[in-house]
């Protein structure tokens, strides 16, 4: 990133140092007309262009010419005034004030100028364009002002006075008026009839700057056209040339890399960007005045978004903001419309909806928004009439990509707060980067809080594709150790839990080697790294054949022996490890399974243990979760896995001597006690 300061480019024109469209040439062309013109009767010279188009920018390179030359150049801003009266008792008083006061004939020039301003102020008399102004009141008022000013020489007689002052000077004054076309369309005729009131003064050439068909339509009145006395007024117009789409194109990509390369930002799809380049930002920019609309807060849009937002979204959606802000207005309330890949036939009449309202907010640019739905939003594409369908896959790859397609990304552009996935994902992608490194693995997960680990390892699975090139031991043995920890109860009837998350990711590690005994060998290292018993019972069954669970990994063989040598290791372990045991029943119940079943029970003094005992009960407490059909609320009921604990403890007098134990030590565990009296009393919950 560049140490120096950027520069917010805002909507000023010009100056010829900084012509950015080669304009420099022609604006000193139309100056030399200015020097080079002898003006006895006066001359009124206009720049025309529509907004944006660079008329003051042309102005301020011609004023440059103009000075240089030492032509005194005079300026009028309207807009500082409003009304008749102020435009009039202001205009001869502003061209006074920026006279040379030391230059005899302009010193001159100035007083009768001021004088000439203050006669004239009330009258409002003026003949032009159809129609007068004032009435018999403010002609009252002028008389009475003559009546009382016993030294004026009137009104003609001091514009005798000034005609001649100006004949005297060696070369004329110039008097620029620009944004003529800004003012309100009575300001707009009041202007004109100043410049044409004071026209024919001798050496005094007016450049005007406005938008033509605007002025004209000011000055049509009472059926009478416009542009006809327009040109009464003007002698000499000159057009703006028109901008070529190349050029500015070329603009709006130099300023775009100035403005990336100031703030580091380097996420970007360069395949992604032609495509909305041409389709959704070109379309809107019509003049360097839109350019530069659209540059001047990119800088700080993206220094806050931290380059975490993919850059080509980013500008599709800054167009969207600066030029069609009631669209954008409709982001927030569409956004589900536009990114979510689930469709649930009771919704999907609902997004469809949203999505059209979206499109069809601006029909001017309905093209336009259908554009930016199909190239940032494609899963919208299915609602406006598409057939592609994304499926949920495609979620992940957008979020690991920081594509505004992901809810979580277009959330965090539009509140600049980052949600909590787009910070895993973040995390997802430092850990991705050294997904080899054990030691890193660990240092990591350590400082995770149980909830951000699992959703950071949720978002491991966007880079299965990669997957395939990474040594699958250190992440395996990291994340599967994670299980302990990330216990945590069902937060729903759909949450998939933290021992599917992590097996998924481990599958999606294992399942791109397609030799069984690589796997085998693979499963064999990972093994005596695995904290628990349980972890290592959950790596079996992911890679074996058990019904329902195993991915046929390895061969049924092999599985089998890994099955048995671990039932083994945990027939053989302490009552104090495995009373530590995440998964402690179902453990129990597996080791006690096969063909060698009446080989092994718990062993009693095991039940006597208070640690053991409590840990078991706690983990035969399960969650029934119900919902009604006319209700959105969730009924949760604890339940006991009563007959796999008979089976593990061996009766029920078994497990009246568990539960004593139990008791004996922890008086927090009284409602899983009271739960196993309830079943010892022979209570059963209903089915239904």
Known sequence: MTTEAAV???????????????RKSLAGNWADTIINTKAPFGLVFAVTGPWGSGKTSMLNMMEEKLRASDVTVLKFNPWLFSGTDQLISHFFGEMASQLDYEDPKQKEIAGRLKKYGTLFSP?????VIGSTLGGAADAATTIGKYLEDTQSR????????????LRELDSPLVLVVDDIDRLTGQEIRDVLRMVRLTGAFPNLIYLLSFDRQRVELALNEDGLPGRAYLEKIVQVMYDVPVVVRDSLRNILLDELNHAVQDTGYSRFSAEAWPDVLVEIIDPLLNNIRDVRRYIGPLRAVLTSLENEVELVDVLALEALRIFLPDSYALLPHAARSLTDTADASHESSELKAQAEAFVNSDQNHANILRSLCARIFPASRRRLGEYQRYGGDWERTWLRERRVASNSVLSFYLEKSMPSTVKSAITAETIFSRFEDRAYLEHVFQDMDPAGAEEVIRALEAYEEQFSNCDPIPSAIVLLNQLPRLQRPKRGLLDPGPTITISRVVLRLLRPIADPEQVLRIVKDILPNLEQYSTKFELTRLVGHAKNAGHKLISETAWKDLETSLKNEVRGASADSLATEWDLLRLLWQTGQGEDSQEWHIPLEFIDHPALARAILTD???????QSLDSRAITKKKHLAWDILVEVLGDENAIIRCRDAAASIDETANDVIELVDLYLSGWRPPRW
């Open 123 to 127: 009258l409002k008399a003026i003949p």
């Open 154 to 165: 009137g009104v003609e007689e001091q514009r005798r006075l000034i005609e001649d002052s």
């Open 620 to 626: 035969s407490v399960g969650t029934t979760q119900s």
């Open 8 to 22: 917010i480019v805002g909507d000023d024109p010009v100056y010829a140092e900084s012509d950015r469209l080669g």
